[in-house]
């Protein structure tokens, strides 16, 4: 039934398609090429000595100032259930503004590498197939087709306020097939 | 003609007003008019019963004769409807009051940013108008208090007409014309007159609130029935023909021979200061202190930069210890823009030590010194509740009653006194009373009642003073309302020491009782001994450390299922591995390679083991946000002189979680 409307009135398609359009930066990680929104982005630094803080989950490397304000930094490796890479001149912390709660805050993302900015327009942008056994992720945004390859485009708010994100790493493994 | 008794009534001349009142109620009778002389006669009945009881000593008469006079004038007004022939004595000065809905009806959508401003701004005034008429109050030729006063009314009214909050603009209407009266001499300031300015303040007062709280996204709650307010207003402002023949015949406190020059000398005085400030938002101001931490750090930097240093030029040495000068004064402005006098918080306290003195019958006066001491605004908010306390504590057990104090030999009049200075790097401040001091016997009694005092020991004088902090201490015998219930004393502590402050009490029977608080100028800046474990450096706040010690080996023992403990000057202290705790690398192996710190709670010691000690800083403290609000031992963070970030330890917590962990 949601297919047969969607045929009957494309318009639906392009406004959705259309608020994920826009310019993205894309990073890596590990093995794959992912994308955030350039909006959200807030800049991009090389990695600095992380504060370590107690009790908190391993993918929370700890706090960092970043001009006279303290704000944590999460190694999204860990955070996707990849294996842990040394840091090395390539690493970055992107930070990004996050919506928390009613309000906004900073935090850094430790990524591998940050590639380009790149503009996608609504017809580079997929939806994340279908993997059944009703996998759904909520932090990702689609797929997006580049002539590097494919992009995987991330919810970054979903991203930094799920606690369970183990589901990736089963996306992860099966687009590596 | 009921004009004719509130006038004799506010003047005070109880003779005159029964007088008026026996015509009323004749007149009523003969014209037909029950009800009239009923409500005249049960006047008549209460006015008499105050003049043959004597208004010295009671809290003022003025709340039932006001009703009385209301009802009265219901019956007034009732008559003139009635028959529609007034009876003797005259029309009534005071038209009849439109019926008001009792809902306030809700006028066209109210920009929120305004009203915010709307309730921040009155509540200014509100508290300057409070502090101006009691020091009317006290000196009622006071001409710059009264043009304050008139000021802050004026300007509510302006505020709340625009916003259309018509309860409010009409009190503040009323108050204005009754203090323009007495700007203009037309009227003289009687404590009763400045009762109804009072209670009219504490009306708007009350309706702010409501305003306030309509914020929130509520519904505004209507205003209260403000009817019976408006007219004792204008009553009190009608008895000012009355009052100016009696001034011209005789001596009348008031504005007698004061020129007309100074007010209007002094009234664009007060209206400079307040230009001269200006609102600032807290998120600027904290992203500048921010900034200019920032910019410390890197002028620091740039001093150690070691390419620099092989420079020895002279000039480049004088521009690096420039800038430095520079940075340190820019800091110390910036850390200084939070900084509030504490005399705004003083001000606050006039009025309830005039409300409770009242209460308990007793005669204080408050006298304040070093209002213009400065201190972290969030401080002198959260002082508010435990000055309150202390001062009820005051006026309550300390001041004696007149009488006795007159049998003591003092002053009938008791005074307590509220100073604040600065001293090393700290605000001091005292709040003393001259009354009967604080009785040992009784404290003592009820110390070893509760428990509190072993038999067979006494205890030293401070260590007995103490005990008035204890959670449900009390020595009064009865339960007033001001104070008694022991609830209080320990709950000041308890603000105190959470503002990292302390609290003494000192006495001498028959001379008085003095607190002395003893708080940091911010709650924004701690300082902190750096220490280090392993590669991760944290902060400790000074104010919690007791000592810090170098164990020998054979200090330390290990008790099975329990521990590490220290044998410190005699005692056994647990010794808490931080590294443990934090799940971090450390370097020392045992105590005795490391280094001990060694903090208190509730009277228990215990010690801290970290590997070194880096030094001592005074760092600004960071919340770490909401990602960090589950983790137990920290306090926040703090930016350390190379940039990093380092996390201040809350000791407390860590010892408190031992048992979980």
Same mark, same amino acid.
């Given at each position: 039934?949601q297919?047969?409307?969607v045929?009957?009135n494309?318009?639906?398609q392009t406004?959705?398609?259309?608020?994920?359009?826009?310019?993205y930066l894309?990073?890596?990680?590990g093995?794959?090429?992912?994308?955030?929104?350039?909006?959200?982005?807030r800049?991009?630094m090389g990695?600095?000595?992380i504060?370590?803080v107690?009790?908190?989950?391993?993918?929370?490397?700890g706090?960092?100032?970043?001009?006279?304000?303290?704000?944590?930094?999460v190694?999204?490796?860990l955070?996707?259930?990849l294996?842990?890479?040394?840091?090395t001149?390539?690493?970055?912390?992107?930070?990004?503004?996050?919506?928390?709660g009613?309000?906004?805050?900073?935090?850094?993302?430790?990524?591998?590498?940050?590639s380009?900015?790149?503009?996608?327009?609504?017809?580079?942008?997929?939806?994340?197939?279908?993997?059944?056994?009703?996998?759904?992720?909520p932090?990702?945004?689609g797929?997006?087709?580049?002539?590097?390859?494919?992009? /995987?485009?991330l919810?970054?708010?979903?991203v930094?306020?799920?606690?369970?994100?183990h589901?990736?790493e089963?996306?992860?493994?099966?687009?590596?097939? | 003609?009921?004009?004719?008794?509130?006038?004799?009534v506010?003047?005070?001349?109880?003779?005159r007003?029964?007088?008026?009142?026996?015509?009323v109620e004749s @007149?009523?009778?003969?014209?037909?008019?029950?009800?009239?002389?009923?409500?005249?006669?049960?006047?008549?009945?209460q006015?008499?019963?105050?003049?043959?009881?004597?208004q010295?000593?009671?809290?003022?008469?003025?709340?039932?004769?006001? @009703?009385?006079?209301l009802?009265?004038?219901?019956?007034?007004?009732?008559?003139?409807?009635?028959?529609a022939?007034?009876?003797a004595?005259?029309?009534?000065?005071?038209?009849?009051e439109?019926?008001?809905?009792?809902?306030?009806?809700?006028?066209?959508?109210?920009d929120?940013e305004l009203?915010r401003?709307f309730?921040v701004?009155?509540?200014?005034?509100?508290?300057?108008?409070?502090?101006?008429?009691?020091?009317?109050?006290?000196?009622?030729?006071?001409?710059?208090?009264?043009?304050? !006063?008139?000021?802050?009314?004026?300007?509510i009214?302006?505020?709340?007409?625009f916003?259309?909050?018509?309860?409010?603009?009409?009190?503040?209407?009323?108050?204005?014309?009754?203090?323009?009266?007495?700007r203009?001499?037309?009227?003289?300031?009687?404590?009763?007159r400045?009762?109804v300015?009072?209670k009219?303040?504490?009306?708007?007062?009350?309706?702010?609130?409501?305003?306030?709280?309509?914020?929130?996204?509520?519904?505004?709650?209507?205003f209260?029935?403000?009817?019976?307010?408006?007219?004792?207003?204008?009553?009190a402002?009608?008895?000012?023909a009355?009052?100016?023949?009696a001034?011209?015949?005789?001596?009348?406190p008031?504005?007698?021979g004061?020129?007309?020059?100074?007010?209007?000398?002094?009234a664009p005085?007060?209206?400079s200061?307040?230009?001269r400030?200006?609102?600032?938002d807290?998120?600027?101001?904290d992203?500048?202190?921010?900034m200019?931490? @920032?910019?410390?750090?890197?002028q620091?930097m740039?001093?150690?930069?070691?390419?620099?240093?092989?420079?020895?030029?002279?000039?480049?040495q004088?521009?690096?210890s420039?800038?430095?000068?520079?940075?340190s004064?820019?800091?110390?402005? !910036?850390?200084?823009?939070?900084?509030v006098?504490? *005399?705004?918080?003083?001000?606050?306290?006039?009025?309830l030590?005039?409300d409770?003195?009242?209460k308990?019958?007793?005669?204080?006066e408050?006298?304040t010194?070093?209002?213009?001491?400065?201190?972290?605004?969030?401080?002198v908010?959260?002082?508010?509740?435990?000055?309150m306390?202390?001062?009820?504590?005051?006026?309550?057990? *300390?001041?004696e009653p007149?009488?006795?104090?007159?049998?003591?030999?003092k002053d009938?009049?008791?005074?307590?006194t509220?100073?604040?200075?600065?001293?090393?790097?700290? /605000?001091?401040?005292q709040?003393s009373?001259?009354?009967?001091?604080?009785?040992?016997?009784?404290?003592?009694?009820?110390?070893?009642?509760?428990?509190?005092?072993p038999?067979?020991?006494?205890?030293?004088?401070?260590?007995?003073?103490?005990?008035?902090f204890?959670p449900?201490?009390?020595t009064?015998?009865?339960v007033?309302?001001?104070?008694g219930?022991?609830?209080g004393?320990?709950v000041v502590?308890?603000? /105190?020491?959470?503002?990292? *402050?302390?609290v003494?009490?000192?006495?001498?029977?028959?001379?008085?009782?003095?607190?002395?608080?003893?708080?940091?100028?911010?709650?924004a800046?701690?300082?902190?001994?750096?220490v280090?474990?392993?590669t991760?450096?944290?902060?400790?706040?000074?104010?919690?450390v007791?000592?810090?010690?170098?164990?020998?080996?054979?200090?330390v023992?290990?008790?099975?299922?329990?521990?590490?403990?220290?044998?410190?000057?005699?005692?056994l202290?647990p010794?808490?591995?931080?590294?443990?705790?934090?799940?971090?690398?450390?370097?020392?192996?045992?105590?005795?390679?490391?280094?001990?710190?060694?903090?208190?709670?509730?009277?228990?010691r215990?010690s801290?083991?970290?590997?070194?000690?880096?030094?001592?800083?005074?760092?600004v /403290?960071?919340?770490?946000?909401?990602?960090?609000?589950?983790?137990?031992?920290?306090?926040?963070?703090?930016?350390?002189?190379?940039?990093?970030?380092g996390?201040?330890l809350d000791?407390?917590?860590?010892?408190?979680w031992?048992?979980?962990?």
């Amino acid at each position: 039934m949601q297919t047969g409307t969607v045929e009957l009135n494309p318009a639906a398609q392009t406004d959705k398609s259309d608020h994920r359009a826009g310019k993205y930066l894309a990073f890596q990680l590990g093995q794959e090429e992912f994308a955030i929104q350039v909006l959200k982005v807030r800049e991009i630094m090389g990695v600095q000595e992380i504060t370590a803080v107690p009790q908190t989950p391993h993918y929370v490397k700890g706090v960092i100032n970043l001009r006279g304000k303290v704000i944590p930094v999460v190694d999204l490796r860990l955070k996707f259930g990849l294996p842990e890479a040394a840091y090395t001149q390539r690493t970055c912390i992107i930070v990004v503004q996050v919506s928390h709660g009613s309000g906004n805050m900073l935090m850094g993302i430790v990524v591998d590498g940050v590639s380009e900015v790149i503009t996608l327009t609504a017809a580079d942008i997929e939806d994340t197939p279908d993997f059944g056994h009703g996998v759904t992720v909520p932090y990702l945004l689609g797929m997006a087709k580049t002539k590097e390859g494919v992009k /995987i485009l991330l919810d970054i708010d979903q991203v930094l306020s799920t606690q369970e994100v183990h589901k990736l790493e089963a996306v992860l493994q099966k687009s590596e097939f | 003609m009921e004009a004719l008794a509130m006038q004799a009534v506010l003047a005070g001349d109880l003779d005159r007003s029964l007088n008026v009142l026996q015509q009323v109620e004749s @007149e009523a009778a003969r014209a037909g008019h029950p009800r009239l002389a009923q409500e005249a006669s049960s006047l008549l009945a209460q006015l008499s019963q105050a003049a043959s009881g004597g208004q010295g000593g009671s809290p003022s008469p003025w709340e039932f004769i006001s @009703e009385g006079v209301l009802r009265l004038q219901q019956a007034l007004e009732e008559a003139h409807h009635g028959s529609a022939v007034a009876p003797a004595g005259g029309p009534s000065p005071a038209p009849p009051e439109p019926e008001r809905p009792a809902a306030e009806s809700q006028p066209l959508a109210r920009d929120p940013e305004l009203v915010r401003d709307f309730v921040v701004e009155s509540r200014e005034h509100l508290a300057n108008i409070e502090s101006s008429l009691l020091a009317l109050e006290q000196d009622p030729a006071n001409a710059e208090s009264l043009h304050a !006063a008139f000021r802050g009314f004026h300007t509510i009214k302006g505020l709340a007409g625009f916003l259309e909050f018509a309860a409010i603009q009409e009190v503040a209407h009323e108050v204005e014309t009754l203090l323009d009266l007495a700007r203009n001499q037309q009227l003289s300031v009687t404590p009763e007159r400045i009762d109804v300015v009072l209670k009219a303040a504490d009306y708007l007062k009350a309706a702010i609130r409501q305003v306030d709280a309509s914020l929130d996204g509520r519904p505004l709650e209507a205003f209260a029935d403000n009817r019976n307010l408006l007219w004792m207003l204008r009553m009190a402002a009608t008895a000012a023909a009355e009052d100016s023949q009696a001034a011209a015949g005789a001596a009348q406190p008031g504005f007698d021979g004061r020129p007309a020059s100074g007010p209007s000398a002094s009234a664009p005085a007060a209206g400079s200061a307040e230009n001269r400030a200006i609102k600032v938002d807290t998120e600027k101001l904290d992203h500048l202190v921010d900034m200019v931490g @920032e910019m410390v750090i890197a002028q620091s930097m740039l001093r150690h930069d070691p390419d620099l240093a092989l420079n020895r030029s002279p000039r480049l040495q004088r521009t690096l210890s420039l800038l430095s000068g520079i940075t340190s004064d820019v800091q110390k402005t !910036a850390m200084g823009l939070r900084m509030v006098t504490i *005399g705004t918080l003083f001000r606050r306290m006039g009025r309830l030590v005039r409300d409770l003195a009242r209460k308990t019958g007793k005669q204080v006066e408050l006298v304040t010194a070093g209002e213009e001491t400065e201190l972290d605004r969030q401080i002198v908010e959260e002082l508010a509740d435990p000055i309150m306390h202390m001062l009820r504590n005051s006026i309550d057990h *300390g001041i004696e009653p007149p009488e006795e104090r007159t049998a003591a030999g003092k002053d009938p009049c008791g005074r307590i006194t509220l100073a604040a200075h600065h001293q090393s790097g700290q /605000i001091v401040i005292q709040i003393s009373d001259d009354g009967r001091g604080l009785n040992r016997e009784k404290i003592l009694q009820r110390g070893r009642e509760r428990g509190l005092v072993p038999p067979g020991v006494t205890p030293s004088e401070a260590e007995l003073y103490n005990l008035i902090f204890e959670p449900g201490f009390s020595t009064a015998e009865r339960v007033t309302e001001v104070s008694g219930r022991g609830v209080g004393m320990d709950v000041v502590k308890k603000n /105190i020491v959470r503002m990292r *402050g302390k609290v003494e009490v000192a006495s001498q029977p028959g001379q008085g009782t003095t607190f002395t608080l003893k708080l940091p100028l911010t709650l924004a800046i701690i300082d902190g001994l750096v220490v280090g474990v392993g590669t991760q450096r944290y902060i400790i706040p000074i104010y919690s450390v007791v000592e810090m010690l170098c164990p020998s080996r054979d200090s330390v023992t290990t008790a099975p299922e329990q521990g590490e403990m220290v044998l410190v000057r005699g005692s056994l202290l647990p010794v808490i591995r931080l590294n443990e705790r934090f799940g971090v690398e450390a370097r020392a192996q045992h105590p005795s390679e490391g280094l001990l710190v060694v903090a208190e709670q509730e009277g228990k010691r215990f010690s801290v083991l970290v590997d070194e000690f880096i030094g001592k800083q005074e760092v600004v /403290i960071k919340s770490l946000g909401p990602m960090f609000r589950h983790v137990r031992g920290i306090a926040g963070g703090a930016i350390l002189g190379d940039g990093r970030v380092g996390l201040i330890l809350d000791l407390e917590a860590i010892f408190a979680w031992k048992g979980e962990a």
